[in-house]
Structure formats: structure tokens, C-alpha cells
């Protein structure tokens, strides 16, 4: 099983751009599908964005889509979630989250998580 350590979050005017990384422990990283998920107070923890293992197929929430890019990097087992045009909605707790086999966008569905960064957008 893999662990898990994001990084990258910061404070951000409306408009800006951050790039989020997670780092994975573990041989098999390649075999993970991983995804973004975010959390902001009080509300529940939504899909952001998620890829599979190769890295071949990518999958957005609508909110995100043409704004935010999911990208891996196997041999560093890394993945990274580059976020642009963010805007204050944006502001929450991302977490990043590793599943095995397959996709989904409930975040139940998925064994392995991160500790979250925290991403701040100001108006």
C-alpha cells in the first residue's frame, strides 16, 4: 500500500495558479489510479480531478474542467494537479487519494489519503 504526502498549497489571488504534487511511498504507484479530491468548511469532500496508472486517461469535475490539469510522473512517483484561473470557490483542502482497481469519483472508494494542503484563494 502506498503512503501518501502532499505539497504545494499557498494563499493566491483570484486569477493566480498553483501546482499541488503528491509523493507516493511504495513500489507499485504505477498500478494506482490517483485522484483530487477537495474539502472546504462544512461541506462534503468533492472529485476534483483523477488519472489512471499510465496515465493515459483523465477524468474532471465540471467545475474544474479547461482550469485545472491532472499529470503523473511514474519514475518519481509523483502526481500533479496544476490549477489555473483559480477563483475564491476554489478555496479549500485538497487531498490526493490513491485507488486500486479502477476509477470512481466517490471518495469512499478509495483506500489511501493524504494528510491535505491547504489552497486559499482571495477575491
Given at each position: 500500500?502506498?503512503?501518501?504526502?502532499?505539497s504545494?498549497?499557498?494563499?493566491?489571488?483570484?486569477?493566480?495558479?498553483?501546482r499541488l504534487?503528491?509523493?507516493a511511498?511504495?513500489?507499485?504507484?504505477s498500478?494506482?489510479l490517483?485522484?483530487?479530491?477537495?474539502?472546504?468548511?462544512?461541506?462534503?469532500?468533492?472529485?476534483v480531478?483523477a488519472?489512471?496508472g499510465?496515465?493515459?486517461?483523465?477524468?474532471?469535475?465540471?467545475?474544474?474542467?479547461g482550469?485545472?490539469?491532472?499529470?503523473?510522473?511514474?519514475?518519481k512517483?509523483t502526481?500533479?494537479?496544476?490549477?489555473?484561473?483559480?477563483e475564491p470557490e476554489d478555496?479549500?483542502?485538497?487531498?490526493?487519494?490513491?485507488?486500486?482497481?479502477g476509477?470512481?469519483?466517490?471518495?469512499?472508494?478509495?483506500?489511501?489519503?493524504?494528510?491535505?494542503?491547504?489552497?486559499?484563494?482571495?477575491?
Amino acid at each position: 500500500q502506498v503512503q501518501l504526502v502532499e505539497s504545494g498549497g499557498g494563499l493566491v489571488q483570484a486569477g493566480g495558479s498553483l501546482r499541488l504534487s503528491c509523493t507516493a511511498s511504495g513500489r507499485t504507484f504505477s498500478s494506482y489510479l490517483m485522484a483530487w479530491f477537495r474539502q472546504a468548511p462544512g461541506k462534503e469532500r468533492d472529485f476534483v480531478a483523477a488519472i489512471t496508472g499510465s496515465g493515459g486517461t483523465t477524468y474532471y469535475a465540471d467545475s474544474v474542467k479547461g482550469r485545472f490539469t491532472i499529470s503523473r510522473d511514474n519514475a518519481k512517483n509523483t502526481v500533479y494537479l496544476q490549477m489555473n484561473s483559480l477563483e475564491p470557490e476554489d478555496t479549500a483542502v485538497y487531498y490526493c487519494a490513491a485507488r486500486w482497481p479502477g476509477y470512481s469519483r466517490n471518495y469512499h472508494d478509495y483506500q489511501t489519503w493524504g494528510q491535505g494542503t491547504q489552497v486559499t484563494v482571495s477575491s
